[in-house]
């Protein structure tokens, strides 16, 4: 037996009901039975597929948007860009296409916040298009021109898209997760291709690039065509580390995110600093927290304290980084460089800055900044 959903052929994992064998590996994301006949839900695309930008891409960029367009008409795709280099820019003329052939697109990214970001700005981008959001919250509808959903949504969509673009494969849930990896490949209809986009390779991704061949497309600059922010790192213990930090937001004018490694911190950190400072916070089971990121872009406060939940996909231009890192294995190296690509991302502030306050340089940092000076050196050609 195999589960039509995950993939699933381990028969530990299965179990007979009332009606027939169904599968327990992904049980938690509705019962599905193993004989069902499954047919993708019809829908049909209304959309011309026509799209403007506010901005034109760069050559870089368009080389790439190009390429992609090419390479999934035969292939599967990893798209390998830096942080900011506009990988959900350089998507949309591979959607246009698809929208025009009247094809079923799905963009599909782990962080429901960007989510709700990336729906809006394709909604104003495909003008002519209905994009919707599927998400916590957002379930209502589920057909559209565009979908755009976390992953964990996918399993709605069996056997029904013509692409996917899987965003940020190296981020957690969706990290590492094979009954997630398997249900995002059942989504796809028979022809249908996948995109996988990241800023990172670590080995689960060089797993999935031994399982699926994929056709690699690199880019090494961001649009503004400047380096990556390299980190400052400064060790040493808590108390100075502490210091060091004081002394870094009070010289500071610009907005500012600092990372931590915990809730507990996040609070903890918060409640220290709000007598003295225009401050607000973020973690992903905080309440408000969908209103203090808004707050923090609209420039109510000066800085934010934030777990991973700014790590990835969300921009804000103009704004310098600190990642105050404790303890080992908690900010692995793809992190690291995901926070340090939050800076330097604004055409008028392209150089920001990235300090990295931790007890020891341990291997994530290293290896951070070795992957920055990597991407790095195109720009010493």
């Known amino acids: 037996m195999k589960c039509p959903r995950c993939s699933n052929r381990d028969p530990d994992y299965f179990y007979k009901g009332s009606k027939g064998y169904y599968c327990r590996k992904c049980i938690s994301f509705k019962r599905i039975l193993i004989k069902e006949d499954i047919e993708p839900t019809a829908y049909d695309i209304d959309s011309d597929g026509n799209y403007k930008l506010a901005f034109e891409l760069t050559p870089f960029q368009k080389e790439i948007a190009d390429k992609l367009i090419a390479a999934v008409r035969d292939h599967d795709v990893l798209l390998y860009a830096v942080t900011g280099a506009g990988k959900g820019d350089m998507v949309i003329p591979l959607i246009s296409d698809l929208l025009k052939r009247k094809k079923r697109v799905c963009y599909a990214i782990s962080r429901r916040e960007v989510v709700i970001e990336l729906a809006e700005r394709y909604q104003r981008a495909f003008e002519g298009s209905k994009v919707i959001k599927v998400c916590e919250g957002y379930t209502d509808e589920i057909y559209a021109d565009l979908i755009v959903c976390t992953t964990h949504q996918l399993y709605r969509y069996l056997k029904l898209f013509d692409l996917i673009i899987l965003d940020e494969v190296d981020a957690f849930p969706f990290r590492g997760d094979e009954v997630l990896n398997n249900i995002a490949l059942n989504a796809l209809n028979e ?57 870094i937001i009070r010289k500071e004018s610009k907005q500012v995110i600092i990372f931590v490694e915990s809730i ?118």
């Open 191 to 247: 022809n249908g291709r996948i995109v996988y986009s990241t800023a990172t390779i670590d080995e689960e991704i060089e797993k999935l690039m031994y399982q699926r061949p994929l056709k690699i497309l690199r880019l090494d600059r961001r649009p503004h065509g400047r380096p990556l922010p390299r980190p400052k790192v400064i060790i040493g213990i808590d108390v100075f580390l502490f210091g060091i930090l004081i002394g």
């Open 264 to 381: 507990r911190m996040c609070k903890r950190l918060y409640h220290i600093l709000k007598p003295f400072f225009s401050i607000t916070y973020v973690y992903s089971s905080l309440q408000e927290r969908n209103t203090n990121i808004k707050d923090f872009k609209a420039g109510i406060y000066q800085f934010v304290i934030a777990t991973s939940v700014l790590e990835r996909g969300i921009t804000i231009e103009g704004v310098d980084v600190i990642i105050y890192k404790r303890y080992e294995n908690i900010f692995n190296k793809a992190a690291i460089i995901q926070m340090a690509g939050r800076a330097g991302r604004s055409f008028k502030d392209p150089d920001g800055r990235v300090y990295i306050l931790a007890r020891e340089n341990d291997e994530a940092i290293k290896g951070a900044l070795k992957e920055i000076d990597d991407a790095n050196k195109v720009y010493l050609l």
